[in-house]
């Protein structure tokens, strides 16, 4: 059971707002700027304290993050920490990205999304309609000494998602394995039979390497021989 919302006493505006989406709203639900301000009515800044609970890792997503979501809307996606808890609060946020390091990382990765390789702008599908926003997301990295590491990588706004208002086509699909040559077809119609492609073990060590952040791609092409790193 939370503790209520509604308890001024206790509580600063920060951790209501994080009983108040967890009470009110509740995970996947969207909500308005007007709701989240009718709530809160004595509380100035009411919108930086809830996006002050980003740094305890809760997910509250806008429209820049999310393009299926207006201008004064915002989606609750995933709680973060207990706030409420004692000592939660206090335990160290993490630190705001700086422009200089979110402007490193975003030349260390050349500008593409590293999920799924997008450039920022492209657009998504042949409609042209959504383009890509690129973003800095922070990625934990199991590295070679067996320590847990937090990178930073590219990642575009799709992706951070998770691929939500992704419009599949069917019938466009269709047509264009229909187009595919017999063999094609042939090979296409095994991996729908199996459920998967089955995929050899340098593509998906490619496609691992690919998603991996700069720093890590760095270890790997060490790893190789031919690192840019060596050459600094
Ligand atoms: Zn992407």
Do not use: H
Not at 3 to 18: F, H, L, T, V
Not at 60 to 72: F, H, W
Not at 168 to 184: F, G
Not at 214 to 221: F, W
Request: proline share 4%; hydrophobic share 40%.
């Amino acid at each position: 059971m939370l503790p209520s919302w509604q308890d001024k006493e206790r509580y600063g505006s920060m951790i209501r707002a994080a009983l108040w989406l967890e009470a009110e709203v509740g995970e996947g639900a969207v909500f308005t700027k007007a709701r989240l301000r009718e709530a809160f009515p004595d509380v100035a800044q009411i919108d930086r304290r809830l996006r002050d609970l980003r740094d305890y890792g809760w997910q509250i997503d806008t429209s820049r993050e999310d393009p299926s979501l207006k201008q004064e809307e915002q989606r609750y996606v995933k709680m973060g920490a207990p706030v409420w808890l004692p000592g939660q609060a206090k335990a160290k946020p993490k630190a705001a990205l700086t422009a200089a390091q979110r402007t490193r990382v975003l030349v260390a990765d050349s500008f593409l999304c590293r999920s799924c390789g997008i450039a920022a702008g492209d657009p998504y599908g042949e409609d042209g309609i959504a383009r890509a926003q690129l973003d800095v997301a922070r990625r934990e990295v199991l590295l070679p000494n067996g320590t847990v590491e937090v990178q930073l990588v590219t990642e575009c706004n799709r992706c951070r998602v998770g691929g939500r208002g992704r419009k599949a086509d069917v019938n466009e699909m269709i047509s264009k394995l229909k187009a595919l040559s017999p063999l094609e077809q042939d090979i296409f119609a095994g991996w729908v039979k199996a459920d998967r492609r089955k995929r050899n073990q340098l593509e998906q060590l490619w496609g691992s390497y690919r998603t991996l952040p700069a720093e890590s791609r760095d270890l790997i092409k060490q790893a190789m021989g031919n690192s840019d790193a060596n050459q600094k």
